[in-house]
């Protein structure tokens, strides 16, 4: 809160409190749920096919293992949220085992992340082509494509369309993540029905060999540098190895604890939730579906369909062949849906790591500069599309090596976050929530469960460190590559932090879990001006002078813009307050100077801004916010697009007017909720014209101007209602043309 009462009483520093949770737009476990199947549900598009062309055909069962094997997973992320670590993956990392390790984890992080794009959008283009040359030899033409190389090519140009998407600032929403999943669904129901049926009509299943050793047969680059070693012809090495090329199947687990914070109340009970949905589903749709697959697709040709098993399944299930070839083709649009929509979440989680690690001062600041018209990381974004793109093409639309690779990246985030955890379990005690199998003894507790599940990861990453030859190679290039770019970035930031901006005020930072009437000291019915540009403040301005301090305080806030991949942690103190805020404060602290009015400061984290005003604004209890808007934007979308927030908050909705203040523009006054009209005055003269005729001539005193207009709203109800809905819309028509 700054209080600034004139330029001789001036404040040495001015207090500045800074919510951390209220912009946020809460979200239902199965919205949540929804948001993590459409990362970890698409595998079961690719997993089974890679897992058999590298362990042979007792892979199902390692698929299925290691979907019960995710159960442990989710509790690992689990307490990761439940501790609530400030700062993001390389703060929790860097708390536990040091800034080295923490860089390390998250360069293997970005792997992963960059990994998803390609290796979903080439599965993708691989079920597509194949498709096409299936309906070119129904219809007997010759025209056939290569199933790689469409699937570089489409690969190709759906990350170049989802960047652009990304570069405007356009997320997935949990909404379309939930009405892709309700299509997948349909998908799934249908092989749990249509398989059992098949195997009935057709007598006994053909069940996949035991995972034992004596039923392994590893491909040739199954077991890289592990060929002619004595090690795959240990047992116990030999499964290892065989789970480690099965583990892929539980990629896009770490969209789990991105989600955890916009989870609405109870968060953790739902949280729980959540991960049991999400497993549960992952166990049918991945582990059993696959296992389908290696029942009913006959063993001689089901090394046709190792990168489309689905769509070999689909085609061998009974029944005529046209209903299998439309079925063929509806799998194959789910898939196209599941798996693009994969490729949108890993630029827009690998952008949010990469800012989270630019918060923290481990990236430069180059990288952050925002695009001009949307104001998005633009360099980052084109670093990642650059980084997905070359690896599409350097695959050729190989979705064996991609998914190699990508289980690379996969096992090691996965064991760096529960190594992480396990070591916080010894140095912190907040957790609420712990991993199963917890022993105590000798007045200690020993985290047996989240050891086993942290000691599997290590020797699964071990094993593929070793068994995946060209991936290490290029995991471990591509890692270190961004570790020294961190390691470089962040000596560059820290001399940077001791040559600060000269001639900024100086802020107190007051952390506070969310806004409302105890965080600042202004009253109910205060004016909220939110700020982003200290080059285009002339709405605040408008506000400083018109403003009356004995009737409404002001209280001055800016969106701090959270990435939708970034939604784990908490923000720090210095991330939520850089340098760029710090300058935007200070104008204000100069403009509400000059007119001797006393502010209120607030700096709201957002995904979106338009959620993180109206919410403030309610809190508040605000009577009018007020904001500018950018030239590129009419003040009638500004406004709709504040008013469809408003439509969001949870009943009962807070009512307040929102001006839009911007120079050379009519200013837009607008009243969000219930209120009475601004009728014109000729409406005014013809409800009084009105009252008096039916006052003189039935009802005298008694009636007023309001029954009036009672009446008059529900007879327009009642016609909307009715056969007069198009007369009632044709002549609103004509009123909007005439104003």
Request: aromatic share 10%; proline share 4%; glycine share 8%.
């Amino acid at each position: 809160m700054a209080d600034i009462s004139s330029p001789g009483d001036r404040q040495t520093a001015t207090k500045v409190v800074v919510a951390t949770t209220v912009a946020l737009s809460f979200i239902s476990f199965w919205r949540a749920a929804a948001i993590v199947l459409s990362d970890l549900a698409s595998s079961a598009f690719y997993a089974g096919g890679i897992a058999e062309h590298a362990v042979g055909k007792s892979a199902p069962w390692f698929i299925l293992g290691v979907m019960l094997f995710s159960f442990a997973v989710r509790s690992v992320y689990m307490e990761s949220c439940s501790m609530f670590v400030r700062g993001g993956v390389y703060i929790v990392v860097r708390d536990a085992m040091g800034p080295f390790l923490a860089r390390l984890s998250v360069s293997a992080l970005l792997f992963d992340y960059i990994l998803t794009g390609p290796i979903s959008i080439v599965t993708a283009g691989q079920y597509l082509g194949r498709l096409l040359n299936e309906i070119s030899e129904l219809g007997h033409s010759s025209l056939r494509v290569s199933p790689n190389s469409f699937a570089a090519l489409f690969g190709a140009v759906v990350t170049v369309y989802f960047w652009w998407n990304n570069i405007k600032g356009i997320h997935e929403s949990s909404g379309k993540a939930l009405r892709i999943m309700q299509v997948t669904t349909v998908m799934v129901v249908a092989f749990l029905i249509w398989c059992p049926l098949t195997l009935l009509v057709r007598g006994p299943a053909q069940i996949p060999p035991a995972p034992v050793k004596a039923n392994l047969h590893f491909s040739q680059d199954g077991l890289g540098w592990f060929q002619g070693t004595i090690w795959p012809t240990l047992p116990v090495v030999a499964v290892i190895i065989a789970f480690g090329h099965s583990l892929l199947s539980m990629s896009g687990f770490e969209t789990l604890a991105q989600v955890y914070r916009e989870i609405a109340y109870p968060k953790m009970k739902n949280l729980r939730i959540t991960g049991n949905l999400v497993c549960t589903y992952a166990l049918v749709c991945t582990g059993v579906v696959t296992l389908f697959a290696g029942m009913i697709i006959p063993d001689a040709v089901r090394s046709h369909y190792v990168d489309n098993l689905l769509g070999g399944l689909a085609m061998h299930v009974s029944g005529p062949y046209l209903l299998r070839l439309t079925f063929h083709v509806f799998v194959v649009i789910v898939g196209v849906l599941i798996l693009s929509g994969a490729v949108s979440t890993s630029m827009i989680g690998a952008n949010g790591v990469m800012n989270r690690v630019a918060e923290d001062g481990v990236l430069l600041d180059w990288f952050r500069k925002p695009q001009k018209r949307f104001g998005t990381t633009y360099r980052i974004i084109n670093l990642i599309t650059l980084l997905q793109i070359a690896t599409i093409l350097g695959s050729r639309g190989n979705m064996y090596l991609l998914g190699e690779a990508y289980a690379f990246g996969v096992v090691w985030s996965f064991f760096m976050k529960a190594l992480g955890v396990l070591v916080l379990r010894f140095r912190r005690h907040d957790q609420e929530y712990k991993t199963p199998l917890n022993i105590h003894l000798a007045g200690k507790e020993w985290p047996v469960g989240l050891f086993l599940t942290t000691m599997v990861l290590f020797l699964v990453a071990v094993a593929n460190l070793f068994s995946k030859e060209i991936a290490t190679i290029y995991g471990i290039g591509f890692t270190s590559v961004l570790f020294v770019l961190f390691t470089v970035s962040e000596r560059v930031n820290a001399r940077k932090r001791k040559e600060k901006k000269a001639g900024l005020e100086e802020f107190n930072l007051d952390m506070r879990a969310e806004v409302g009437s105890s965080t600042v000291h202004a009253r109910p019915g205060c004016v909220l001006v939110a700020v982003r540009d200290y080059n285009h403040m002339a709405h605040l301005e408008t506000v400083l002078q018109k403003t009356n301090l004995r009737r409404h305080d002001i209280v001055v806030m800016t969106v701090r813009s959270v990435s939708a991949g970034a939604g784990e942690y908490e923000l720090g103190e210095n991330q939520l307050f850089a340098d760029y805020e710090r300058e935007l404060f200070t104008r204000v602290v100069t403009m509400a100077e000059k007119q001797g009015k006393t502010v209120d400061l607030l700096v709201i984290p957002g995904i979106d801004p338009f959620d993180a005003m109206v919410q403030t604004a309610a809190r508040l209890q605000a009577s009018k916010l007020v904001t500018g808007v950018s030239p590129r934007m009419d003040s009638e979308e500004l406004a709709r697009k504040i008013g469809q927030a408003w439509e969001k908050l949870p009943e009962p909705r807070h009512s307040f007017s929102l001006e839009v203040i911007s120079p050379g523009r009519p200013s837009a006054f607008i009243n969000l909720g219930p209120h009475p009209p601004r009728l014109w005055p000729e409406d005014v003269d013809r409800l009084h014209g009105l009252w008096l005729r039916l006052a003189e001539g039935h009802f005298g005193s008694k009636l007023h101007h309001r029954d009036v207009l009672g009446v008059a709203l529900r007879r327009l109800q009642k016609d909307l209602e009715g056969e007069r809905q198009a007369e009632v819309i044709e002549d609103l028509g004509k009123e909007l043309r005439k104003n």
